[in-house]
């Protein structure tokens, strides 16, 4: 894990006034409502926050001025993500769109792509959901079997989606479909921008086991898209796919998600915490800083142009066992009921409910560890 090391976390700018700015501004404008919201909060919509977070120069902070964004450092970027998770914010609505799709545009897509998508994401008024995961390729994502095909109208697509998180209010997918007849594998892959509101799509909620809707089916029935929804170049999507998932994997949302039980147990300790109380929280807090180095020696190498796919899977599997662990963990040391109404028991039954799902998102445990493996050489 030398790698680590080899890049420092060095934003440009004034750090301290930046996250200062922040915090005024969500003193002003985060949403109150119920504590479990904080938990997890990277799932939270919340449509107008995102308007508003977008118009104050919170989204799309790396994309270009001439497209909406705010030319600023991808590291300026994490302060400012980071900030938004600590405290909860629902940044939900907006969030694969900004974390992702925009960057991958940018990145691949054509100048008229650039135009017609980047305006609106930077102002966070338009939402992206990933089409990756399919029921026959879950994280194996070299076993998609959705087609297109490319015809004189247009692209043909048809096949299924699953686990599409945000689906029934996202207003585009980029979707990773097999554009070559016959191919296998990584090979003969290409990604497609579809606009949602295409006839021919459908979109079935999933309900998770607490009664949330995040996740979804797509299906496309003969879905007909324009040529020029081809993102990058024909039979490139597993390269593209490969550049997207370091920045779903590496952020600071892998070790964050539970973050709000953290504080939740620092408030509930008092000042002068003693016992097992004191060492589960030192031991939490020095975990967290640990994976907070990890995570933004990562970003700096993606900032850098790099593709840090081992470093950015290290991150993702800590983080999650982390995120995961830390409810079970308050949960033998704090003595409180199924039905308290304080906030250390909701969030605790809220995460304890949630949680497990954490490894699932972005690719199973297993299929990162193998990634991992075979990065090292061990197999």
Sequence with gaps: ??????????????????????????????????????????????????????????????????????????????????????????????????????????????????????????????????????????????????????????????????????????????????????SERNAGLSQLLIDLDTPGITVHPIIDMAGHHDFNEVFFDDVLVPNGALVGERGQGWKQVTAELGLERSGPERYLSSHALLVALVDAAGPDPDGEMATLIGELAAEMWTLRQLSMSTAAKLAAGDDPMVEASVVKELGNAFEQDMPRRVQAIVDCGWDDPDDLAKLLRALLVASPSFSLRGGTREVIRGIIARGLGLR
């Excluded at 479990?36 to 994309?63: E, H, K, Q």
């Excluded at 405290?87 to 939900?92: H, T």
């Excluded at 043909?156 to 207003?171: C, D, E, L, P, V």
Aim: proline share 6%; hydrophobic share 40%.
């Design 1 to 182: 894990m030398q790698g680590f090391a080899l890049y420092p976390f060095d934003p440009p700018g004034d750090i301290a006034a930046l996250r200062a700015d922040l915090r005024r501004w969500l003193a002003d404008n985060q949403p109150r409502g119920d504590v479990v919201a904080r938990a997890n909060c990277w799932a939270s919509f919340d449509p107008d926050f995102s308007r508003a977070l977008g118009a104050a120069g919170y989204i799309g902070m790396t994309l270009p001025a001439r497209y909406g964004g705010g030319d600023r450092h991808p590291l300026e970027r994490y302060v400012v993500i980071e900030e938004l998770l600590a405290a909860g914010a629902p940044v939900g609505a907006h969030w694969i769109a900004d974390r992702q799709t925009g960057p991958l545009i940018l990145r691949y897509g054509s100048e008229d792509q650039r135009q017609r998508y980047l305006p609106g994401i930077a102002a966070g008024e338009l939402y992206a959901c990933i089409g990756l995961s399919e029921p026959g390729a879950g994280s194996d994502l070299a076993a998609v079997r959705t087609t297109a095909r490319e015809t004189a109208e247009g692209w043909r697509i048809n096949g299924q989606k699953i686990w599409t998180t945000g689906a029934h209010f996202s207003h585009i997918m980029l979707a990773l479909v097999r554009s070559e007849e016959d």
